[in-house]
């Protein structure tokens, strides 16, 4: 009788893969067997929530001067995890080539923040971007009209063959849609496999700094690099406070001795409610990474926690086994540093969308968003981003907004102004005119 492991390996030869997709793609087969051996879950009794004391502070990390600046820019690069084409959104092509404000999109945004940098302390910080087969085509197309004055490097994530989820076997699916980008958590891998680091070593660099495309509060900052680059840890994950918003962010925890990333997926349902309790893990992950270049390369098998994500394609229910680049801390010499929320302005629906696009946020001379309210509003759409774009073609002011609620169709005329609390619900149709303010 065939074992479980000969036959995926017969069902893998029926895709084009290469030596390193069919051993990755095994290696996520096998780390599934275990997680079905283990129920699924984590074991509780071996989480240990991380003291206020774990964390380093950027509050008490010191404020390198212009000359120490110019010296950091060169020992650090920027990449952008670039593969996601904001599906939950209705975005029709790359997530970072929406537009966000003033006619940049997310990766405008980027450019001109580094581009900023780099005239101001006369540094070639480059960017990196890691795509996905769904971005790739687009990104570089988009590179090539805006021709930024940043040196870019790029290259392109894992693409593996779905899992049936009735037979445990890659899925036999229509031939677009077979294969999925397995998680970002193998940016590590394809980054090695890119040439790419061994390019930034022979420049100087020796940390890499990694975030979300769509986190316009994720700038390259010189305080962390300073800490980063001065201390003797391997790899830094930047933190923030949990509000109502983010009980079920990712936290950092201690698990057999050595810092693990704990995502909601791998909670048992019987714990939730103390994964979310905000006394117990205060802090969240924001996916905002800092890793040295040097510890990277010495590692050649990273073990990143599984994420088993259930989808349903032309029917067929199937299972996507993906991993986190958060995950990696437990490799590493490590330390999660707590950061204000600023650096942590992620977009995932149209409301959020609306929110950055609104006068809560004004854009610096650094090409930053910057908060100019003392609390931003909730704001929350069931729009496509398409939809959302037509409502919305004229942004309202938030300044004085509580809750906006938008499940319902929204005409918005100029010099609305929206405060305290403004609920459209599903099915009604609500044209605000020239000049209204409306909420209560």
């Known amino acids: 009788m065939q074992s479980y492991e000969q036959k995926v390996s017969d069902a893998l030869k029926r895709f084009t893969l290469d030596e390193i997709q069919v051993e990755n793609c095994k290696s996520l087969y096998k780390q599934y067997e275990e997680y079905l051996r283990l129920n699924q879950k984590i074991a509780w009794e071996r989480v240990i929530a991380l003291k206020d004391e774990a964390f380093m502070n950027y509050e008490n990390l010191p404020e390198p001067s212009p000359a120490q600046t110019k010296d950091l820019l060169k020992k650090v690069a920027c990449l952008k995890l670039n593969g996601g084409l904001g599906t939950s ?255 942590f302005q992620p977009v995932k629906k149209s409301g959020d969308l609306l929110l950055l696009m609104s006068d809560c946020f004004e854009v610096t001379k650094e090409f930053l968003l910057q908060q100019v309210v003392e609390k931003l509003p909730v704001v929350t759409s069931t729009a496509l981003v398409n939809e959302f774009l037509n409502m919305f073609q004229n942004i309202p002011s938030l300044k004085e907004a509580h809750k906006v609620e938008i499940d319902g169709q929204v005409k918005c005329g100029k010099n609305v102004k929206i405060v305290g609390n403004f609920t459209v619900q599903k099915g009604e149709s609500v044209e605000l005119k020239d000049g209204q303010v409306v909420g209560k």
Not at 139 to 163: D, G
């Open 89 to 343: 959104m209705g975005c029709l092509g790359p997530k970072s080539l929406l537009n966000v404000r003033d006619n940049k999109s997310f990766l405008d945004f980027s450019l001109k923040q580094l581009e900023y940098l780099n005239t101001t302390y006369g540094s070639n910080v480059p960017l990196v971007l890691m795509n996905s087969f769904n971005t790739d085509k687009d990104t570089l197309a988009h590179l090539e009209k805006v021709k930024p004055a940043v040196t870019v490097y790029n290259f392109n994530q894992f693409e593996l063959p779905r899992m049936d989820a009735e037979s445990k076997l890659p899925a036999e699916v229509s031939s677009q849609n077979q294969f999925y980008p397995p998680g970002h958590g193998y940016v590590y891998e394809c980054l090695k496999r890119s040439g790419i680091v061994e390019k930034l070593l022979a420049q100087g660099v020796e940390w890499l700094f990694i975030s979300n495309a769509d986190n316009l509060g994720a700038v390259l900052d010189p305080r962390i690099a300073q800490f980063c680059v001065s201390s003797d840890k391997e790899f830094v994950s930047e933190q923030t406070l949990k509000t109502e918003m983010d009980v079920k962010g990712g936290v950092l925890m201690q698990y057999d001795g050595s810092i693990h990333l704990l995502e909601s997926a791998q909670v048992p349902a019987e714990h939730m409610n103390d994964f979310c309790d905000t006394n117990t893990f205060k802090y969240f992950n924001v996916n905002n990474l800092w890793v040295n270049l040097k510890a990277l390369m010495k590692h050649q098998n990273l073990v990143l926690d599984l994420i088993v994500n259930p989808k349903t394609v032309e029917g067929k229910k199937v299972i996507q086994l993906e991993v986190a680049a958060g995950a990696a801390i437990a490799n590493f010499n490590s330390v999660g540093v707590v950061v204000p929320r600023k650096r």
